[in-house]
């Protein structure tokens, strides 16, 4: 495991705690990887899944100095989202940040 991924986790659940000071929902007092985010028992719904995004891309740009987008085309296409538990979203965010170092 990254340095640079375990950053991003952490980016992470400090945005999902943020998110749920507004949403209440008990499970994500305590976020781990395999907190679930989204998907038929995750606790965002749509709305909130796009606040969580734009937070976590946000914090990303603020701590690494670069800028991805978790929301795209790419992540929209694949077979297991990368929405659906903290880890998926921690490998995906992590995926893009290398792809900008190799450049």
């Given amino acids: 495991m990254s340095i640079e991924r375990d950053k991003v986790v952490d980016i992470i659940v400090s945005c999902i705690r943020d998110?749920?000071?507004?949403?209440g929902v008990r499970e994500l007092e305590n976020p781990t990887e395999d907190t679930l985010i989204?998907?038929?028992?995750g606790f965002f719904d749509s709305l909130a899944l796009?606040?969580?995004?734009?937070?976590?891309?946000?914090?990303?740009s603020?701590?690494?100095?670069?800028?991805?987008?978790?929301?795209?085309?790419?992540?929209?296409?694949?077979?297991?989202?990368?929405?659906?538990?903290?880890?998926n979203l921690?490998?995906?965010?992590?995926a893009l940040l290398e792809e900008l170092q190799d450049e």
Avoid: H
Wanted: proline share 2%; hydrophobic share 40%.
């Fill in 90 to 94: 921690a490998d995906y965010a992590n």
């Fill in 19 to 23: 998110a749920n000071e507004e949403l």
């Fill in 38 to 41: 989204y998907g038929s028992k």
């Fill in 50 to 60: 796009v606040r969580l995004v734009v937070a976590v891309e946000q914090e990303i």
């Fill in 62 to 87: 603020s701590e690494f100095g670069k800028t991805i987008m978790l929301a795209d085309e790419r992540a929209m296409s694949q077979k297991r989202s990368p929405f659906r538990k903290v880890k």
